[in-house]
């Protein structure tokens, strides 16, 4: 058990210089807690058997990229309990026990369903060690044993806001301790609640007007129509940048959809393109990007703004590959105060 605890020191150390050399990407911890289930836990000869077990354990991510991270864990598995006839006596009952911890490193790959659900698929190793107790009539048997396993799990997560989410799922770890402790599959169910720590200030981009954009000549897909501006006056461009995956409109932004409503005049036309990154596949992009669209369309019809003079350009993911990724979560509204051509 000595050697468990300084190998379980050494390993937290890691993680801990893990974590702090990973400040400039995307972090995150989920503690959980599931219950267990050692598939093979008792011996054929056992009088009873109780492979189900309580656990916990935690882990730490380091997000790569946004839909790929690697993973570092301690899972407490729980305990087996098992009575066997006694070695002296078979007329007597010894009970056997085995505690089950491990260190994981995993490899995560998330897709993307849902503006706030998601599915993860993880497979890595997992560092065992098992340390079994027997108590028989006159003494005490004490074994323990290590060794390196493959693991797979699978689990739902729900986006509860831009840090917190939700996560339930299943977990598989192929054989688990040796001949002298009791060998066994794990099953486990999980439950954990994950905080992303994000480092990545450029997620949250304040809202920016730009003046005196280059004059040019803008389409509308629905119609194929075009607003032909060169003799008229781009007054603003507000832009709005989201966070990953969502098509949230926050307060100030909201506000300053507010504050541009009110320049409008009964003439002018509202442009909105929208954008999205390239993770994940083009089809679920482009809906995402109109759904930012539409996000800020239903906010300036409620600001008074009329449907004929707002028109979406749903432009899906930025064509822009040098941009921060950032730069390409966004979406803009043109205000063209120009005559429609027809």
Not at 3 to 27: E, P, Q, R, W
Not at 58 to 66: D, K
């Amino acid at each position: 058990k000595i050697n468990n605890i300084n190998i379980l020191n050494k390993y937290f150390c890691f993680s801990f210089l893990f974590l702090c050399t990973g400040t400039n990407a995307g972090i995150y911890v989920t503690p959980y807690i599931g219950s267990t289930d050692f598939f093979d836990g008792c011996e054929k000869d056992r009088i009873s058997c109780d492979k189900k077990s309580y656990s916990y354990g935690a882990h730490v991510g380091f997000q790569l990229y946004h839909d790929l991270a690697i993973e570092l864990g301690y899972n407490n598995y729980g305990s087996v309990e098992a009575k066997y006839p006694a070695l002296e006596n078979d007329n007597q009952v010894a009970t056997y026990t085995a505690d089950t911890q491990s260190l994981e490193f995993g490899l995560v790959k998330s897709f993307p369903i849902h503006q706030d659900f998601k599915v993860r698929f993880t497979g890595g190793a997992s560092y065992w060690f098992v340390d079994m107790n027997g108590e028989e009539t006159n003494y005490t048997i004490r074994k323990s044993s290590n060794g390196i396993s493959p693991y797979l799990s699978t689990s739902l997560i729900y986006k509860i806001d831009d840090n917190l989410s939700f996560d339930s799922g299943l977990k598989w770890v192929n054989s688990v301790g040796s001949s002298s402790t009791g060998e066994s599959s794990i099953y486990q169910i999980f439950l954990g609640m994950t905080y992303n720590f994000n480092n990545q200030s450029d997620l949250n981009k304040p809202i920016k007007y730009l003046k005196d954009m280059p004059q040019k000549e803008v389409y509308c897909n629905s119609t194929d129509t075009s607003y032909k501006h060169d003799n008229h006056t781009q007054d603003t461009v507000l832009t709005i940048y989201f966070d990953f995956d969502n098509s949230h409109i926050d307060k100030d932004s909201s506000n300053s959809l507010s504050l541009l409503s009110s320049k409008i005049s009964p003439g002018d036309q509202l442009l909105i393109s929208a954008y999205s990154d390239t993770y994940g596949a083009e089809s679920y992009n482009d809906a995402l990007s109109l759904r930012r669209a539409n996000e800020i369309r239903v906010l300036l019809l409620k600001s008074g703004i009329e449907k004929h003079q707002i028109h979406i350009i749903n432009l899906g993911e930025e064509q822009n590959s040098t941009a921060p990724v950032s730069f390409q979560r966004k979406a803009i509204v043109e205000l063209i105060k120009a005559n429609r051509n027809n």
